[in-house]
Protein backbone atom coordinates (compact mmCIF):
# COMPACT_ATOMS: atom_id res chain seq x y z
CA UNK A 1 0.00 0.00 0.00
CA UNK A 2 1.65 3.21 -0.61
CA UNK A 3 1.16 5.84 2.00
CA UNK A 4 2.74 9.70 1.86
CA UNK A 5 3.77 10.97 4.93
CA UNK A 6 1.70 14.24 5.30
CA UNK A 7 4.65 16.30 7.55
CA UNK A 8 7.64 14.84 5.20
CA UNK A 9 5.17 16.41 2.17
CA UNK A 10 4.74 19.71 3.84
CA UNK A 11 8.32 19.94 3.98
CA UNK A 12 9.03 19.44 0.64
CA UNK A 13 9.51 21.29 -2.51
CA UNK A 14 5.95 20.59 -3.82
CA UNK A 15 4.02 20.76 -0.30
CA UNK A 16 4.97 24.59 0.38
CA UNK A 17 3.03 25.45 -2.97
CA UNK A 18 0.52 22.59 -3.83
CA UNK A 19 -2.59 20.70 -2.24
CA UNK A 20 -2.86 17.05 -3.59
CA UNK A 21 -5.38 17.85 -5.79
CA UNK A 22 -3.24 19.86 -7.98
CA UNK A 23 -2.03 16.54 -9.56
CA UNK A 24 -4.49 14.18 -8.76
CA UNK A 25 -7.65 16.21 -9.80
CA UNK A 26 -9.65 13.41 -10.98
CA UNK A 27 -9.56 11.53 -7.82
CA UNK A 28 -11.81 11.62 -5.14
CA UNK A 29 -13.15 9.35 -2.23
CA UNK A 30 -13.46 6.10 -4.75
CA UNK A 31 -9.63 5.20 -5.99
CA UNK A 32 -9.31 4.40 -9.17
CA UNK A 33 -7.63 0.96 -9.52
CA UNK A 34 -4.39 0.53 -10.71
CA UNK A 35 -4.75 0.03 -13.95
CA UNK A 36 -0.88 0.09 -15.11
CA UNK A 37 0.30 -3.42 -16.85
CA UNK A 38 3.97 -2.46 -16.22
CA UNK A 39 5.32 -0.26 -13.36
CA UNK A 40 7.56 1.09 -16.20
CA UNK A 41 4.52 2.56 -17.74
CA UNK A 42 3.25 3.83 -14.36
CA UNK A 43 6.57 5.67 -14.05
CA UNK A 44 5.98 7.18 -17.81
CA UNK A 45 2.44 8.44 -16.74
CA UNK A 46 3.51 10.28 -13.71
CA UNK A 47 6.78 12.04 -15.52
CA UNK A 48 4.22 12.92 -18.09
CA UNK A 49 2.09 14.59 -15.41
CA UNK A 50 5.61 16.28 -13.94
CA UNK A 51 5.54 17.87 -17.57
CA UNK A 52 2.37 19.41 -17.24
CA UNK A 53 3.89 22.11 -14.90
CA UNK A 54 7.65 21.68 -15.71
CA UNK A 55 6.95 22.24 -19.27
CA UNK A 56 10.12 24.22 -19.79
CA UNK A 57 12.26 21.20 -18.82
CA UNK A 58 13.97 18.57 -21.14
CA UNK A 59 15.81 16.00 -19.68
CA UNK A 60 19.71 16.38 -20.81
CA UNK A 61 20.82 13.01 -19.84
CA UNK A 62 23.02 11.01 -22.46
CA UNK A 63 20.85 8.02 -22.22
CA UNK A 64 18.02 7.75 -24.44
CA UNK A 65 15.56 5.61 -26.19
CA UNK A 66 13.78 2.57 -23.45
CA UNK A 67 16.26 3.06 -20.65
CA UNK A 68 16.22 6.77 -20.60
CA UNK A 69 15.77 7.82 -17.20
CA UNK A 70 12.20 9.35 -16.65
CA UNK A 71 10.98 12.68 -13.86
CA UNK A 72 10.48 10.13 -11.13
CA UNK A 73 13.39 8.57 -11.54
CA UNK A 74 15.68 10.91 -10.13
CA UNK A 75 12.56 13.27 -8.60
CA UNK A 76 10.05 11.87 -5.78
CA UNK A 77 6.65 14.23 -6.05
CA UNK A 78 5.98 13.72 -2.31
CA UNK A 79 9.39 14.15 0.22
CA UNK A 80 11.93 15.87 -1.93
CA UNK A 81 13.52 18.93 -1.19
CA UNK A 82 14.48 21.07 -3.28
CA UNK A 83 18.56 19.89 -4.16
CA UNK A 84 19.92 23.44 -3.77
CA UNK A 85 19.11 22.83 0.03
CA UNK A 86 19.89 19.08 -0.30
CA UNK A 87 22.23 18.60 -2.87
CA UNK A 88 23.02 15.29 -1.06
CA UNK A 89 20.35 13.44 -2.44
CA UNK A 90 20.66 14.43 -5.87
CA UNK A 91 23.78 12.99 -5.86
CA UNK A 92 22.66 9.45 -4.09
CA UNK A 93 20.29 9.14 -6.84
CA UNK A 94 23.01 9.22 -9.48
CA UNK A 95 25.30 6.96 -7.03
CA UNK A 96 21.80 4.37 -7.83
CA UNK A 97 22.76 4.02 -11.50
CA UNK A 98 26.51 5.35 -11.51
CA UNK A 99 28.04 3.08 -8.82
CA UNK A 100 31.28 2.85 -9.88
CA UNK A 101 31.71 7.06 -10.60
CA UNK A 102 29.48 7.35 -7.43
CA UNK A 103 32.13 5.31 -5.48
CA UNK A 104 34.92 7.45 -7.10
CA UNK A 105 33.07 10.36 -5.70
CA UNK A 106 33.02 9.94 -2.33
CA UNK A 107 36.78 9.32 -2.16
CA UNK A 108 37.67 12.17 -4.24
CA UNK A 109 38.69 15.75 -3.12
CA UNK A 110 35.12 17.15 -3.69
CA UNK A 111 33.08 14.77 -1.63
CA UNK A 112 31.91 17.14 0.87
CA UNK A 113 29.58 18.40 -1.36
CA UNK A 114 27.25 15.00 -0.76
CA UNK A 115 27.43 15.39 2.92
CA UNK A 116 24.03 14.38 4.01
CA UNK A 117 24.47 16.59 7.21
CA UNK A 118 26.60 19.64 6.19
CA UNK A 119 27.59 19.83 2.27
CA UNK A 120 29.93 22.17 1.20
CA UNK A 121 28.05 24.79 -1.42
CA UNK A 122 32.21 25.35 -2.71
CA UNK A 123 32.26 21.88 -3.67
CA UNK A 124 31.12 20.90 -6.91
CA UNK A 125 28.60 17.65 -7.01
CA UNK A 126 27.20 15.81 -9.97
CA UNK A 127 24.74 18.17 -11.57
CA UNK A 128 27.66 20.94 -11.60
CA UNK A 129 29.26 19.32 -14.80
CA UNK A 130 26.45 17.31 -15.48
CA UNK A 131 23.53 19.74 -16.06
CA UNK A 132 20.04 17.31 -15.40
CA UNK A 133 17.87 20.05 -17.53
CA UNK A 134 19.77 23.54 -18.27
CA UNK A 135 21.85 23.44 -20.95
CA UNK A 136 25.51 24.13 -20.32
CA UNK A 137 27.62 27.27 -21.80
CA UNK A 138 29.96 25.65 -24.10
CA UNK A 139 27.59 22.89 -24.73
CA UNK A 140 29.68 22.56 -28.34
CA UNK A 141 32.86 21.64 -26.48
CA UNK A 142 33.52 18.16 -25.21
CA UNK A 143 32.70 17.66 -22.02
CA UNK A 144 35.47 16.78 -20.12
CA UNK A 145 37.11 20.37 -22.05
CA UNK A 146 33.69 22.03 -20.93
CA UNK A 147 34.23 20.86 -17.78
CA UNK A 148 37.33 22.05 -17.57
CA UNK A 149 36.72 25.52 -17.68
CA UNK A 150 34.63 25.19 -14.37
CA UNK A 151 37.40 23.87 -12.85
CA UNK A 152 39.26 26.88 -14.00
CA UNK A 153 36.95 29.24 -12.83
CA UNK A 154 37.13 27.60 -9.17
CA UNK A 155 41.09 27.16 -8.74
CA UNK A 156 41.29 30.54 -9.98
CA UNK A 157 38.86 32.41 -7.21
CA UNK A 158 40.66 34.24 -4.94
CA UNK A 159 38.36 33.58 -2.32
CA UNK A 160 38.57 30.06 -2.49
CA UNK A 161 42.23 30.11 -2.72
CA UNK A 162 42.92 32.09 -0.21
CA UNK A 163 39.80 29.77 2.22
CA UNK A 164 41.17 26.32 1.28
CA UNK A 165 44.70 27.51 1.67
CA UNK A 166 45.44 26.04 -2.06
CA UNK A 167 48.43 26.70 -4.40
CA UNK A 168 47.35 29.80 -6.11
CA UNK A 169 49.13 29.10 -9.64
CA UNK A 170 47.10 25.90 -9.83
CA UNK A 171 45.53 27.72 -12.90
CA UNK A 172 48.45 29.69 -14.33
CA UNK A 173 50.65 26.75 -14.14
CA UNK A 174 48.55 24.87 -16.32
CA UNK A 175 47.65 27.66 -19.18
CA UNK A 176 51.53 28.01 -19.79
CA UNK A 177 52.16 24.27 -20.21
CA UNK A 178 52.22 22.75 -24.13
CA UNK A 179 48.60 21.21 -22.56
CA UNK A 180 47.49 24.36 -21.16
CA UNK A 181 47.77 26.78 -24.38
CA UNK A 182 46.79 23.60 -26.73
CA UNK A 183 43.20 24.29 -24.24
CA UNK A 184 43.28 27.93 -24.60
CA UNK A 185 43.64 27.92 -28.53
CA UNK A 186 40.94 25.36 -28.59
CA UNK A 187 38.45 27.01 -25.94
CA UNK A 188 39.09 30.22 -28.46
CA UNK A 189 36.79 28.08 -31.12
CA UNK A 190 38.78 25.66 -32.72
CA UNK A 191 38.37 22.44 -34.73
CA UNK A 192 36.16 19.81 -32.60
CA UNK A 193 38.48 16.80 -33.84
CA UNK A 194 41.62 18.62 -32.05
CA UNK A 195 39.50 18.55 -29.18
CA UNK A 196 40.06 14.83 -28.93
CA UNK A 197 44.09 15.47 -27.80
CA UNK A 198 44.02 18.29 -25.20
CA UNK A 199 45.02 16.86 -22.05
CA UNK A 200 42.48 18.64 -19.28
CA UNK A 201 42.51 18.63 -15.91
CA UNK A 202 40.09 15.32 -15.76
CA UNK A 203 42.93 13.52 -17.90
CA UNK A 204 45.14 13.47 -15.02
CA UNK A 205 43.14 14.27 -12.13
CA UNK A 206 40.45 11.97 -12.74
CA UNK A 207 36.50 12.96 -13.60
CA UNK A 208 34.96 11.92 -10.26
CA UNK A 209 38.03 10.73 -7.45
CA UNK A 210 39.47 14.25 -7.91
CA UNK A 211 43.10 14.54 -6.28
CA UNK A 212 46.18 15.38 -6.53
CA UNK A 213 49.09 12.56 -8.07
CA UNK A 214 51.89 10.85 -6.35
CA UNK A 215 54.72 10.94 -8.53
CA UNK A 216 54.30 7.37 -9.61
CA UNK A 217 50.55 7.83 -10.56
CA UNK A 218 51.49 10.81 -12.31
CA UNK A 219 54.09 8.40 -14.96
CA UNK A 220 51.43 6.25 -15.49
CA UNK A 221 49.16 9.12 -16.44
CA UNK A 222 51.79 10.45 -18.66
CA UNK A 223 52.40 6.94 -19.58
CA UNK A 224 48.61 6.83 -21.03
CA UNK A 225 49.42 9.18 -24.16
CA UNK A 226 53.40 8.82 -24.35
CA UNK A 227 53.99 5.04 -25.01
CA UNK A 228 57.15 3.48 -24.20
CA UNK A 229 58.47 6.59 -21.08
CA UNK A 230 60.64 6.13 -18.91
CA UNK A 231 60.05 7.20 -15.49
CA UNK A 232 62.31 10.15 -16.26
CA UNK A 233 59.52 11.41 -18.20
CA UNK A 234 57.02 12.70 -15.66
CA UNK A 235 59.48 15.15 -14.52
CA UNK A 236 59.03 17.15 -17.01
CA UNK A 237 56.09 18.42 -15.37
CA UNK A 238 57.00 20.42 -12.33
CA UNK A 239 53.47 20.32 -10.57
CA UNK A 240 51.38 23.43 -9.89
CA UNK A 241 53.82 25.08 -7.41
CA UNK A 242 55.48 28.12 -7.86
CA UNK A 243 59.13 27.67 -9.95
CA UNK A 244 61.70 29.31 -8.36
CA UNK A 245 65.04 28.25 -6.14
CA UNK A 246 63.60 25.59 -4.55
CA UNK A 247 61.54 23.61 -6.95
CA UNK A 248 62.36 23.82 -10.20
CA UNK A 249 65.69 25.60 -9.91
CA UNK A 250 66.97 24.88 -13.46
CA UNK A 251 63.64 26.39 -15.15
CA UNK A 252 63.84 29.32 -12.89
CA UNK A 253 67.77 29.66 -13.82
CA UNK A 254 66.79 29.71 -17.70
CA UNK A 255 63.49 31.82 -17.33
CA UNK A 256 65.52 34.44 -14.96
CA UNK A 257 68.44 34.19 -16.80
CA UNK A 258 66.35 35.74 -20.17
CA UNK A 259 64.06 38.22 -18.06
CA UNK A 260 67.68 39.77 -17.75
CA UNK A 261 69.59 38.91 -20.82
CA UNK A 262 66.11 40.54 -23.18
CA UNK A 263 66.06 44.08 -21.65
CA UNK A 264 70.05 44.21 -21.37
CA UNK A 265 70.36 43.31 -24.71
CA UNK A 266 67.47 45.80 -25.92
CA UNK A 267 68.80 48.37 -24.13
CA UNK A 268 72.03 48.09 -25.76
CA UNK A 269 71.15 47.72 -29.06
CA UNK A 270 69.32 51.01 -28.87
CA UNK A 271 71.47 52.91 -27.20
CA UNK A 272 74.45 52.14 -29.60
CA UNK A 273 71.79 52.91 -32.49
CA UNK A 274 70.87 56.66 -30.89
CA UNK A 275 75.02 56.79 -30.26
CA UNK A 276 75.26 56.09 -34.26
CA UNK A 277 72.17 58.74 -35.31
CA UNK A 278 73.96 61.59 -32.99
CA UNK A 279 77.19 60.73 -34.83
CA UNK A 280 75.49 61.00 -38.02
CA UNK A 281 73.81 64.33 -38.02
CA UNK A 282 76.64 65.66 -35.87
CA UNK A 283 79.58 64.23 -39.09
CA UNK A 284 76.28 66.09 -41.49
CA UNK A 285 76.54 69.17 -39.95
CA UNK A 286 80.19 69.59 -40.02
CA UNK A 287 80.41 68.70 -43.49
CA UNK A 288 77.14 70.70 -45.02
CA UNK A 289 74.88 68.78 -46.99
CA UNK A 290 76.97 66.49 -49.41
CA UNK A 291 75.69 65.66 -52.90
CA UNK A 292 75.15 62.54 -54.64
CA UNK A 293 77.90 61.53 -57.15
CA UNK A 294 78.38 58.51 -58.76
CA UNK A 295 82.38 57.25 -58.51
CA UNK A 296 84.46 57.50 -61.71
CA UNK A 297 87.79 56.69 -62.95
CA UNK A 298 89.47 58.75 -65.67
CA UNK A 299 87.86 55.65 -68.13
CA UNK A 300 84.38 56.09 -66.53
CA UNK A 301 82.64 54.19 -63.58
CA UNK A 302 83.94 51.98 -61.56
CA UNK A 303 82.35 48.58 -61.37
CA UNK A 304 80.73 47.50 -58.18
CA UNK A 305 82.46 45.06 -55.75
CA UNK A 306 81.52 41.47 -55.53
CA UNK A 307 80.70 41.06 -52.02
CA UNK A 308 77.93 38.06 -51.70
CA UNK A 309 78.10 35.56 -53.96
CA UNK A 310 75.13 33.49 -55.27
CA UNK A 311 75.00 30.05 -52.76
CA UNK A 312 75.13 32.89 -49.83
CA UNK A 313 72.70 35.19 -51.07
CA UNK A 314 70.91 32.14 -51.78
CA UNK A 315 71.50 30.92 -48.34
CA UNK A 316 70.09 34.50 -47.01
CA UNK A 317 66.91 34.12 -48.82
CA UNK A 318 66.26 31.00 -47.56
CA UNK A 319 67.12 31.69 -43.80
CA UNK A 320 64.79 34.43 -43.93
CA UNK A 321 61.75 32.90 -45.62
CA UNK A 322 62.29 29.74 -43.16
CA UNK A 323 62.97 32.54 -39.94
CA UNK A 324 59.46 33.96 -41.19
CA UNK A 325 57.60 31.17 -40.54
CA UNK A 326 58.77 29.96 -37.82
CA UNK A 327 58.19 33.24 -36.31
CA UNK A 328 54.29 33.15 -37.54
CA UNK A 329 53.73 29.67 -36.41
CA UNK A 330 55.29 29.71 -33.45
CA UNK A 331 55.05 32.78 -31.66
CA UNK A 332 50.93 32.90 -32.16
CA UNK A 333 51.29 29.41 -29.80
CA UNK A 334 52.01 31.60 -26.83
CA UNK A 335 49.95 33.85 -26.71
CA UNK A 336 46.18 32.35 -27.27
CA UNK A 337 44.25 35.08 -25.27
CA UNK A 338 45.53 36.87 -28.51
CA UNK A 339 42.79 37.76 -31.22
CA UNK A 340 45.32 38.17 -33.60
CA UNK A 341 47.36 35.12 -32.57
CA UNK A 342 44.14 33.45 -32.91
CA UNK A 343 43.42 34.59 -36.00
CA UNK A 344 46.97 33.43 -37.47
CA UNK A 345 46.66 30.06 -35.89
CA UNK A 346 43.41 29.55 -37.66
CA UNK A 347 44.81 30.57 -41.13
CA UNK A 348 47.12 27.73 -41.04
CA UNK A 349 44.18 25.81 -40.42
CA UNK A 350 44.28 25.09 -36.49
CA UNK A 351 46.44 24.42 -33.63
CA UNK A 352 47.65 21.08 -35.44
CA UNK A 353 48.57 22.64 -38.43
CA UNK A 354 50.33 25.58 -37.19
CA UNK A 355 52.32 23.06 -35.18
CA UNK A 356 53.23 20.59 -37.63
CA UNK A 357 54.39 23.62 -40.19
CA UNK A 358 56.29 25.07 -37.67
CA UNK A 359 58.43 21.39 -36.75
CA UNK A 360 58.71 21.12 -40.39
CA UNK A 361 60.23 24.56 -40.92
CA UNK A 362 62.19 24.13 -37.55
CA UNK A 363 63.90 20.24 -39.48
CA UNK A 364 64.40 22.25 -42.61
CA UNK A 365 65.77 25.16 -40.79
CA UNK A 366 68.52 23.09 -38.74
CA UNK A 367 69.52 20.83 -42.24
CA UNK A 368 70.42 24.81 -43.88
CA UNK A 369 72.79 25.05 -39.95
CA UNK A 370 74.41 21.91 -40.79
CA UNK A 371 75.24 22.27 -44.69
CA UNK A 372 76.11 25.77 -43.87
CA UNK A 373 78.89 24.79 -41.47
CA UNK A 374 80.18 21.78 -43.75
CA UNK A 375 80.57 24.64 -46.31
CA UNK A 376 82.17 26.87 -44.09
CA UNK A 377 84.54 23.56 -43.36
CA UNK A 378 84.86 23.01 -46.46
CA UNK A 379 86.07 26.42 -47.45
CA UNK A 380 88.58 26.65 -44.67
CA UNK A 381 90.48 23.52 -45.33
CA UNK A 382 90.67 24.67 -49.31
CA UNK A 383 91.55 28.49 -48.19
CA UNK A 384 93.50 27.82 -45.25
CA UNK A 385 92.24 30.41 -43.57
CA UNK A 386 89.82 31.13 -40.77
CA UNK A 387 86.08 32.47 -42.60
CA UNK A 388 85.73 36.40 -42.55
CA UNK A 389 82.97 36.60 -41.06
CA UNK A 390 84.12 34.31 -37.61
CA UNK A 391 84.83 37.00 -34.44
CA UNK A 392 88.69 37.99 -33.84
CA UNK A 393 90.23 39.79 -30.71
CA UNK A 394 90.77 43.13 -32.85
CA UNK A 395 86.57 42.96 -33.38
CA UNK A 396 86.21 43.49 -29.21
CA UNK A 397 88.73 46.34 -29.47
CA UNK A 398 86.80 47.96 -32.63
CA UNK A 399 83.97 48.29 -30.01
CA UNK A 400 85.45 50.55 -27.91
CA UNK A 401 87.24 52.21 -30.74
CA UNK A 402 83.60 52.98 -32.49
CA UNK A 403 82.39 54.23 -29.47
CA UNK A 404 85.09 56.56 -28.83
CA UNK A 405 85.31 57.78 -32.26
CA UNK A 406 81.11 58.45 -32.50
CA UNK A 407 81.51 59.98 -29.06
CA UNK A 408 84.42 62.36 -30.85
CA UNK A 409 87.30 60.86 -28.73
CA UNK A 410 89.48 59.33 -31.17
CA UNK A 411 89.99 58.12 -34.96
CA UNK A 412 87.27 55.61 -36.44
CA UNK A 413 88.66 52.22 -36.63
CA UNK A 414 88.73 50.22 -40.29
CA UNK A 415 87.10 46.87 -40.52
CA UNK A 416 87.61 44.37 -43.19
CA UNK A 417 85.09 42.63 -45.03
CA UNK A 418 82.74 42.65 -42.41
CA UNK A 419 82.41 44.58 -39.19
CA UNK A 420 82.45 43.88 -35.71
CA UNK A 421 78.36 44.41 -35.81
CA UNK A 422 77.79 42.03 -38.77
CA UNK A 423 80.28 39.41 -37.24
CA UNK A 424 78.77 39.36 -33.95
CA UNK A 425 74.93 39.55 -35.24
CA UNK A 426 75.85 36.43 -37.17
CA UNK A 427 77.14 34.57 -34.12
CA UNK A 428 74.36 35.60 -32.14
CA UNK A 429 72.09 34.05 -35.07
CA UNK A 430 74.57 31.18 -35.47
CA UNK A 431 74.85 30.45 -31.57
CA UNK A 432 71.03 30.78 -31.04
CA UNK A 433 69.77 29.02 -33.91
CA UNK A 434 71.89 26.13 -32.57
CA UNK A 435 70.00 26.43 -29.22
CA UNK A 436 66.62 26.83 -30.53
CA UNK A 437 67.16 23.60 -32.98
CA UNK A 438 68.21 21.72 -30.19
CA UNK A 439 65.73 22.26 -27.62
CA UNK A 440 63.01 21.91 -30.25
CA UNK A 441 64.90 18.41 -30.72
CA UNK A 442 64.08 17.71 -26.96
CA UNK A 443 60.40 19.39 -27.62
CA UNK A 444 59.42 17.33 -30.81
CA UNK A 445 61.18 13.85 -29.10
CA UNK A 446 60.52 13.74 -25.70
CA UNK A 447 59.97 10.36 -25.24
CA UNK A 448 63.69 9.41 -26.74
CA UNK A 449 64.91 12.55 -24.94
CA UNK A 450 63.74 10.97 -21.49
CA UNK A 451 65.24 8.01 -21.94
CA UNK A 452 68.57 9.39 -21.35
CA UNK A 453 68.18 12.73 -19.32
CA UNK A 454 65.43 13.92 -16.69
CA UNK A 455 62.59 15.54 -17.37
CA UNK A 456 63.53 18.85 -15.85
CA UNK A 457 64.87 19.36 -18.97
CA UNK A 458 62.53 19.33 -21.25
CA UNK A 459 61.07 21.71 -18.52
CA UNK A 460 63.71 24.05 -19.14
CA UNK A 461 64.38 23.47 -22.94
CA UNK A 462 60.46 25.15 -23.26
CA UNK A 463 61.11 27.94 -21.51
CA UNK A 464 64.65 28.50 -23.25
CA UNK A 465 62.63 27.55 -26.66
CA UNK A 466 60.20 30.21 -26.61
CA UNK A 467 62.58 33.31 -24.42
CA UNK A 468 65.41 32.42 -27.28
CA UNK A 469 62.91 33.00 -30.23
CA UNK A 470 61.75 36.28 -28.78
CA UNK A 471 65.12 37.26 -28.05
CA UNK A 472 65.64 36.58 -31.81
CA UNK A 473 62.71 38.21 -32.90
CA UNK A 474 63.46 41.39 -30.96
CA UNK A 475 67.08 41.77 -32.42
CA UNK A 476 65.94 40.83 -35.99
CA UNK A 477 63.00 43.78 -35.56
CA UNK A 478 65.62 46.36 -33.77
CA UNK A 479 69.20 45.73 -35.17
CA UNK A 480 68.69 43.93 -38.49
CA UNK A 481 66.22 46.09 -39.57
CA UNK A 482 68.09 49.52 -38.42
CA UNK A 483 71.24 48.09 -39.98
CA UNK A 484 70.04 47.16 -43.44
CA UNK A 485 67.10 49.64 -43.67
CA UNK A 486 67.04 52.30 -41.59
CA UNK A 487 70.31 53.26 -41.01
CA UNK A 488 71.32 56.77 -42.57
CA UNK A 489 74.07 55.46 -44.89
CA UNK A 490 71.44 52.62 -46.68
CA UNK A 491 67.83 53.84 -46.07
CA UNK A 492 65.68 52.67 -47.58
CA UNK A 493 67.42 49.50 -48.01
CA UNK A 494 70.75 47.88 -48.46
CA UNK A 495 70.49 45.59 -51.32
CA UNK A 496 73.87 43.92 -51.36
CA UNK A 497 72.75 40.85 -49.94
CA UNK A 498 69.95 40.92 -52.85
CA UNK A 499 72.32 41.59 -55.86
CA UNK A 500 75.57 40.79 -54.35
CA UNK A 501 77.19 44.10 -55.00
CA UNK A 502 78.43 47.20 -53.02
CA UNK A 503 79.86 49.98 -54.48
CA UNK A 504 83.56 50.78 -54.10
CA UNK A 505 82.98 54.18 -52.32
CA UNK A 506 80.73 52.53 -49.79
CA UNK A 507 83.22 49.47 -49.74
CA UNK A 508 86.21 52.25 -48.98
CA UNK A 509 84.35 53.94 -46.49
CA UNK A 510 82.67 51.12 -44.21
CA UNK A 511 85.51 48.38 -44.88
CA UNK A 512 88.94 50.10 -45.59
CA UNK A 513 91.04 47.34 -44.32
CA UNK A 514 89.22 44.87 -47.27
CA UNK A 515 89.01 47.58 -49.56
CA UNK A 516 93.01 47.58 -48.79
CA UNK A 517 93.21 43.89 -49.32
CA UNK A 518 91.48 44.16 -52.61
CA UNK A 519 94.12 46.66 -53.80
CA UNK A 520 96.83 44.87 -53.04
CA UNK A 521 95.68 41.84 -54.55
CA UNK A 522 94.91 43.70 -57.94
CA UNK A 523 91.18 43.15 -57.33
CA UNK A 524 90.79 47.29 -57.61
CA UNK A 525 92.49 49.93 -59.76
CA UNK A 526 92.72 53.05 -57.79
Not at 50 to 73: I, K, N, R, Y
Not at 191 to 203: G, N, P
Not at 204 to 225: I, M, N, S, T
Request: glycine residues 8%; proline residues 6%; charged residues 20%.
Amino acid sequence: QFQVDPEDHKASAHGQILACMSCHESYDDDHPEFDFPTQKEYAQRRSELCQSCHEDVAPLHPVEGDDAPLCVDCHSAHSDRSFESSPSRLIERCGVCHEPEFAGFQEGGHAESASPSSPNPDMPQCGTCHPAHKQPEGSALRLTTRVTTLCIDCHSSSRLVLKYEQTGTVVASYMEDFHGLTFQHLVAGLKESEQEEVMTCATCHGPHKVGPLEEAELAEVCARCHDGTSALFAGAWLGHGEIGPGHGILVWIVRTSYRVLIPFMLVGLLLNIVIQLRHHFRRRSEAGVATDRAEESADGPIAPVIRFSPVVRAEHALCALLFFMLVLTGLPQSYPESGLAGGIIDSWGGIASARLIHRTCGFIFAGLMVLHVLRGIIGTVRSHQQPDILPTAKDFQDIFETLRHQLGKGPAPRFGKFDYGEKFEYMGLFLGSILIAGTGFLLVFPEFATTYLPGIILAAARVAHGYEATLAVLVVLVWHVWGVTLRPEVFPLDTSIFTGKMSVERLREEHGLWYDKLLSEGTLEE
